[in-house]
């Protein structure tokens, strides 16, 4: 199971973040350096699992499509284990968001894969998908636009320096139009 870090022990957290969308399911492990908030990336993939497959004309998330994503975490969760890492989060978005059974998913997630799984709201959709556009670029106070066009939504922010102001999400992404 998970290790817990400790953190007078060392500033280095192994970290692996999975992004369980409507049309991809990502994988990032990476070391974070928590006293500079530096990242540096180990292993990154990707895998499209069509999740939102039909959630729209059903409502709900199909078995067959849960398969696919089940079957890519317990590929990704042989990376996580050889990688030993120590925390591992799972963010879920607009497909399970929309789901009739994207809270069964979600918790089937966590407990099947140890995986800190949260489903996430557009706005907080939103708020990650800029800080994760700015970081690594610097600072500026000119207004910067970061959209986003997901499988089941498409974000737009408007902010400045690491701080998103405007920002919606829409029900509009690739896999939800055709």
Do not use: K, W
């Not at 409502?59 to 975490?73: N, Y």
């Not at 557009?122 to 106070?141: D, I, N």
């Amino acid at each position: 199971r998970r290790r817990r870090h400790t953190p007078l022990a060392s500033p280095l957290v192994r970290v692996a973040v999975l992004d369980i969308g409507t049309n991809s399911t990502r994988l990032l492990i990476a070391d974070v350096d928590a006293s500079t908030g530096s990242v540096r990336e180990l292993i990154r993939r990707s895998q499209v699992t069509r999740l939102g497959d039909g959630v729209d004309s059903t409502g709900a998330l199909s078995e067959q499509a849960c398969g696919r994503v089940f079957d890519t975490l317990s590929a990704y969760g042989q990376d996580i284990a050889s990688h030993g890492c120590e925390a591992n989060l799972a963010v879920l978005t607009s497909a399970v968001r929309d789901a009739s059974n994207g809270a069964d998913f979600a918790a089937r997630v966590s407990a099947d894969f140890d995986l800190d799984a949260r489903v996430l709201s557009g706005e907080e959709e939103a708020q990650l998908t800029f800080l994760g556009a700015m970081s690594g670029r610097p600072a500026s106070s000119e207004p910067t636009v970061v959209i986003d066009i997901g499988g089941g939504s498409t974000e737009f922010i408007v902010g400045r320096n690491r701080t998103a102001g405007f920002h919606v999400s829409t029900h509009a992404g690739v896999v939800r139009m055709s």
